[in-house]
């Protein structure tokens, strides 16, 4: 039977992605293993390959489509010993719900259709790089891949249990849709988006509404596009369609700033010593060969040196260092801390892993490498999801203070604000000093304001005395 390749879900929150290139064309043979298609997230580009064998009999979304949706059929191979043209006519055949596929060369936003997966006959999976043994562990009967299965939360269908992905599973909770009551259109039965959908539609599959329980409050809705255009003078503007990424940006920071109850405590640092231990250990640097001739092998920036001390002040105020969940408080035994890095239509936050534990210049060395990665779109997700705090530093910018959203899973932020000189007062005399002003946005469900205040203080120590971050 022809296998079916679908589109991937390449990060726990991936809805659809772009089609970028595909290395192979009809007629190729190919392995597992081999890597055969570019596919862009909302973050990334990654390639990807297959785990299945064959010959490619149908490439049903073409390189440069856009708003390719997870799980939606992009490609069939023929298998041994099957013709390529049955194999490339039970793709033309293949019927479900259809995933909008928008080529970038399309003018004016016309749209290709590309059929999803059907929910019969043996499913091919792309693969991202680095996945291969986790996903060939997979038993032959396990929800494929694609917008990611999961099985039923405990309760859920006792006698059966109710496959669905975690997009379907989320949509269903927020309409109140008891997802055991949706059928799946899925492989093996698995209830996806477009299942939900069609419950919600009908009006049908309400979960039961507990005893006495209060009516929700009703959502506040945006304004819509052409109540919005209707203000401002026809030809007086252009309008930039939103890419995955803003539109992920979008979304994650709504849910950050209305499901997490945010504080803000600020405070001053003096850097002047910092500073001058920045400028000792840069002037120490060994020197290297390049193609453009000799180069430090290291040059510490400030920012730097505020990842390595928010890194040991978790470290040092350990119940800070902390994740928020609905039934635990997660303890990290790292100090992972993420640097929001500006890229060309957003921006994205790298993880430095177990920062405590690395030199200044360790660390000064990988965020220049995660950062020219980001700006190219290749990082990969495991260099950007979790971690247990952040920093966003807009100083280079001569902002003086700001505050910054949180960025789940995290509970606290660190926004940095510039050096600059400025009087401050000793036993009773106005002196100079290089002042630093940081804010430190805090989850109040994970962090309190005390331990919050203690945080930051220790933070303080560090910066106020470089030194310590050297032994």
Known sequence: MPINITMPALSPTMEEGNLAKWLVKEGDHVAPGDVIAEIETDKATMEVEAIDEGTVAKIVVPAGAEGVKVNALIAV???????????????????????????????????????????????????????????????????????GGSRSEPGEGTASRTFAS????????????????VNGSGPHGRVVKADVEAAIASGGAKAPAAAGAPAPAPAVKPMAD????????????????HDN????????????????PHFYLTLDCEIDALLALRTEINAAAPMKKTEKGESPVYKLSVNDMVIKALAMALMAVPDANVSWTEANMVKHHNADVGVAVSIPGGLITPVIRKAEQKTLSAISNEMKDLAARARNRKLKPEEYQGGSSAVSNLGMFGVKDFAAVINPPHATILAVGAGEERPVVRKGEIKVATIMSVTLSTDHRAVDGALGAELLAAFRKYIENPMSMLV
Do not use: W
């Open 77 to 147: 191979l023929a298998g041994e010993g099957e013709d390529v043209k049955d194999a490339a006519k039970a793709a033309a055949d293949a019927g479900g719900a259809k995933a909008e596929a928008k080529p970038t060369t399309a003018a004016k936003g016309t749209k290709a259709d590309a059929a999803a997966a059907p929910s019969s006959g043996p499913s091919g999976h792309l693969l991202p790089i680095g996945e291969k043994n986790e996903a060939a562990a997979q038993a032959p009967s396990s929800p494929q891949r694609g917008e």
């Open 166 to 181: 975690p997009l379907a599973r989320r949509i269903a909770k927020d309409a109140g849709v008891a997802i055991t009551a």
């Open 226 to 241: 052409d109540a919005v255009l209707k203000l401002f003078e026809e030809g007086s503007y252009d309008l930039v369609p």
């Open 245 to 260: 990424m803003r539109k992920t940006i979008a979304r994650r920071l709504v849910e950050a700033k209305t499901t997490i």
